[in-house]
DNA sequence: CTGAAAGCGCTAACAC
DNA sequence: GTGTTAGCGCTTTCAG
């Protein structure tokens, strides 16, 4: 019912922080942010005083009793909070971990924003997102981090196999880097990923033990995942039928969208693929779609598998059959990389060291089948 | 080619970051990063010249071309980089947005922070990701970011209402705090929303004129936008039917699962309604296999209509009839509110700025009906 | 036109 | 035990 009160509209220059207009019935925001020489002030002592007092660094130093009371109630009293753009001007971390993603509404790479989220915290850094966005973008979200160093480390999320000038100005830069998921294609910086051959084989082990043997791929993530999987996949075929079938794999986006268009492809093809490996789960989300809608009965007629469990994987109909991997180890690996230190005990590390051609190692970790309604045992006809 | 510069190990402390091991045939990384003083070294002039060079800060301080020419060639040789943690300390802007976000997994806010994401890089600013984590966290992400702030603001997407000691928190901070998607529940601070209301009219508008009258309703997400759609829900029901049917209310969490439980309880019921308004799309998403699961045709027997239109709705079995709000736009708005400053000009900031009966304002868009495969017209035997 | 100096908030070596 | 001093990298008077 109080009158509504209305934002000063703003002259000619605009104020640049707008205030809460809170002036509710707490004290109203300080206009200054307490500093230490203010509880030094307040409490007669010199700011180095309190500034031992407050990180209670040096034990070795002791202070009196009564003037460290005295300076810890100043502290709480003023609500002090230490400027952590001080102290990282003087060197220390910034507890700030950069994450350059491609696409943030790639439901994988959300969930995968989400467990580094988690583990930073556990770790007491905070994640700064930085948008490589698609192709479009300069690689400049990222250089602005970086020539910044306001990060203690950058994680790469995704395959940046786009964006050229990127890991050109990532290779001189003060910050360590530690790329995940990405394909373990690049060879200089260290790397966290899935192994993608293990997946593949395993997916395609699925189903032949169901009996298919008309599998076809549908690639989609760009450069490094989808070389791999799509190599995996070829090396499996080859193995099972000696040859790559004619016209069983398709390269397209990584949208919902291009799997469904896939999948019309697939089944103009003769014969007919009883089975599709898809190499993402957005992609066999599509393909789902696509074949309901081509009238391609899943799983009777056509079996799927997909890569990644993202959350709506379970969900999809039919739930989708595919691969998952240890989100959380691989974040806790890949940030343990980055900055270097393992003050984590309650987590094993695992994934295996892989040394690679260049410089930098990989840790890869296996995924796990998880298997749902999308696959069945192959049509008669079909196999 | 050249050899490998070392860092000069700092004794017994073990050095913070672990270099790249790069050494590949670019020249290293250098050690130190390159400050103005080094300009100013290397150039034999002052730091201040070198600062009012590199700004061209003081156009009306005349330099001499001569000097300008050498500082900037020297700053691009030695490939310097503004320090903005010391720029900061000066009091300068962070050029950081703080985003806390509930559940980055769930798909519409992960669009939501892209689309914050990209408006904020049109403005020059970078996202910092604090994660609310569901009820779970301690409001302390938030309080980290705000009580150190570094952020030129904080931006709330979602509904916080689990999260008591946040906003008190909130309330005596430095930083300018606007809310997002949150519900209009909150009236301490500026808020940007879609009208739920004119939401939730327009997707029953819709179905009655398809002919439905048994219209119910599953709620998901938490207070404030629930509140709204349900109200504005229950309203338009009242008004249809002059009353709000028993047992077509089905309030779950915001997840697919509990949507695919809704549709069986309200299955259950008898009459059966013809058409399910959810309040959010990933709801909707359970919805829709709970009632392919539970044998019920989707359009042909019941309709559903969504919230949001996350990526996915023009992807499911059929596809999502839904809800679709301006995201850029409203994502501009909120920036606007925060930073307090409009240097944008290529979009028109819209949206209803309502006055509440509290002190903040609100500013409310409205959402667009997007129609697509998942309503129909009601099966005669239902209306 | 340019330099010297002070200070942002905090820490650390070095006094007393 | 505590204060003084200097300096992190940068900006900004104020003097030349």
């Given at each position: 019912?109080?009158?509504?009160?209305?934002?000063?509209?703003?002259?000619?220059?605009?104020?640049?922080?707008?205030?809460?207009?809170?002036?509710?019935?707490?004290?109203?925001?300080?206009?200054?942010?307490?500093?230490?020489?203010?509880?030094?002030?307040?409490?007669?002592?010199?700011?180095?005083?309190?500034?031992?007092?407050?990180?209670?660094?040096?034990?070795?130093?002791?202070?009196?009793?009564?003037?460290?009371?005295?300076?810890?109630?100043?502290?709480?009293?003023?609500?002090?909070?230490?400027?952590p753009l001080a102290r990282a001007l003087?060197g220390a971390p910034t507890m700030l971990l950069g994450a350059i993603?491609?696409?943030?509404?790639?439901?994988?790479?959300?969930?995968?924003?989400?467990?580094?989220?988690?583990?930073?915290?556990?770790?007491?850094y905070n994640i700064v997102l930085g948008h490589a966005?698609?192709?479009?973008?300069e690689a400049h979200a990222l250089a602005t981090m970086l020539e910044a160093r306001q990060c203690d480390a950058i994680l790469l999320?995704?395959?940046?196999?786009?964006?050229?000038?990127l890991?050109?100005d990532l290779?001189d830069t003060h910050v360590p880097v530690?790329?995940?998921?990405?394909?373990?294609?690049?060879?200089?910086?260290?790397?966290?990923?899935?192994?993608?051959?293990?997946?593949?084989?395993?997916?395609?082990?699925?189903?032949?033990?169901?009996?298919?043997?008309?599998?076809?791929?549908?690639?989609?993530?760009?450069?490094?995942?989808?070389?791999?999987?799509?190599?995996?996949?070829?090396?499996?075929?080859?193995?099972?039928?000696?040859?790559?079938?004619?016209?069983?794999?398709?390269?397209?986006?990584?949208?919902?969208?291009?799997?469904?268009?896939?999948?019309?492809?697939?089944?103009?093809?003769?014969?007919?693929?009883?089975?599709?490996?898809?190499?993402?789960?957005?992609?066999?989300?599509?393909?789902?779609?696509?074949?309901?809608?081509?009238?391609?009965?899943?799983?009777?007629?056509?079996?799927?598998?997909?890569?990644?469990?993202?959350?709506?994987?379970?969900?999809?109909?039919?739930?989708?059959?595919?691969?998952?991997?240890?989100?959380?180890?691989?974040?806790?690996?890949?940030?343990?990389?980055?900055?270097?230190?393992?003050?984590?005990?309650?987590?094993?590390?695992?994934?295996?060291?892989?040394?690679?051609?260049?410089?930098?190692?990989?840790?890869?970790?296996?995924?796990?089948?998880?298997?749902?309604?999308?696959?069945?045992?192959?049509?008669?006809?079909?196999?």
């Amino acid at each position: 019912m109080a009158a509504g009160l209305r934002a000063a509209g703003p002259g000619d220059e605009a104020p640049i922080r707008a205030p809460l207009e809170a002036g509710a019935d707490r004290p109203p925001a300080r206009a200054r942010p307490v500093t230490m020489k203010d509880i030094a002030i307040a409490t007669g002592v010199s700011r180095s005083t309190v500034s031992r007092i407050l990180n209670d660094a040096p034990l070795t130093v002791p202070i009196a009793a009564e003037t460290r009371e005295r300076v810890l109630a100043a502290a709480r009293d003023l609500d002090y909070r230490p400027n952590p753009l001080a102290r990282a001007l003087r060197g220390a971390p910034t507890m700030l971990l950069g994450a350059i993603v491609r696409d943030i509404t790639d439901p994988f790479f959300a969930g995968a924003i989400e467990a580094v989220s988690v583990e930073a915290r556990k770790l007491g850094y905070n994640i700064v997102l930085g948008h490589a966005h698609a192709q479009a973008t300069e690689a400049h979200a990222l250089a602005t981090m970086l020539e910044a160093r306001q990060c203690d480390a950058i994680l790469l999320l995704g395959d940046m196999g786009n964006q050229p000038r990127l890991l050109d100005d990532l290779r001189d830069t003060h910050v360590p880097v530690v790329a995940l998921w990405q394909g373990s294609e690049l060879d200089l910086i260290p790397a966290v990923n899935v192994d993608n051959r293990s997946g593949i084989a395993a997916a395609i082990g699925h189903l032949v033990a169901l009996g298919h043997r008309r599998i076809a791929f549908v690639g989609g993530r760009l450069l490094g995942d989808i070389r791999e999987r799509q190599a995996a996949y070829a090396e499996a075929m080859i193995e099972l039928l000696g040859e790559v079938p004619q016209g069983y794999v398709q390269l397209v986006a990584n949208t919902p969208a291009d799997g469904e268009a896939a999948v019309r492809a697939l089944m103009r093809q003769s014969p007919r693929p009883t089975a599709i490996v898809a190499s993402t789960d957005v992609l066999a989300l599509g393909i789902l779609r696509g074949a309901l809608v081509t009238g391609v009965r899943v799983p009777a007629e056509l079996s799927v598998v997909g890569f990644d469990d993202i959350p709506m994987a379970a969900f999809t109909v039919p739930a989708l059959t595919t691969l998952r991997m240890p989100m959380a180890e691989m974040a806790a690996a890949a940030i343990e990389l980055a900055i270097g230190t393992t003050r984590r005990t309650d987590v094993e590390l695992s994934g295996a060291d892989v040394p690679r051609n260049g410089r930098a190692l990989v840790r890869l970790f296996r995924p796990e089948l998880v298997v749902r309604e999308s696959t069945y045992t192959a049509d008669p006809r079909g196999a």
